[in-house]
Nanobody
Framework: QVQLVESGGGLVTAGESLALSCAVS????????AGWYRQAPGKQRELVASISSSGLTNYADSVKGRFTISRDSAKVTMYLQMHSLGPEDTAIYYC?????????WGQGTQVTVSS
């Protein structure tokens, strides 16, 4: 099992930056890919960014150049650094981890960007 706990959400003004963290525990060695998803009101959950066990990263087109996903060397904390935030980035952000057998989600953290 993998446990994920997000933190760092909040209310910011357009143009500002915010950093999210995801504490990862449990069977971390089995994680193939970890990432951040978000879900805005009335919309489907979408991938924001992901990072593989080998360190390869992938970003949604809407956040390329503004968001950066990273993790610490022990792979127990994953980060999402967000810059130039806009109202369109308002959503609940979820941490996600995928193993060969299962997919795990955190409880989510709210990010609200005011114009």
């Amino acid at each position: 099992q993998v446990q994920l706990v997000e933190s760092g959400g909040g209310l910011v003004t357009a143009g500002e930056s915010l950093a999210l963290s995801c504490a990862v525990s449990g069977s971390t060695s089995r994680i193939l890919v970890a990432g951040w998803y978000r879900q805005a009101p009335g919309k489907q959950r979408e991938l924001v960014a992901s990072i593989s066990s080998s360190g390869l990263t992938n970003y949604a087109d809407s956040v390329k150049g503004r968001f950066t996903i990273s993790r610490d060397s022990a792979k127990v904390t994953m980060y999402l650094q967000m810059h130039s935030l806009g109202p369109e980035d308002t959503a609940i952000y979820y941490c996600n981890a995928r193993t060969t057998r299962s997919i795990h989600w955190g409880q989510g953290t709210q990010v609200t960007v005011s114009s």
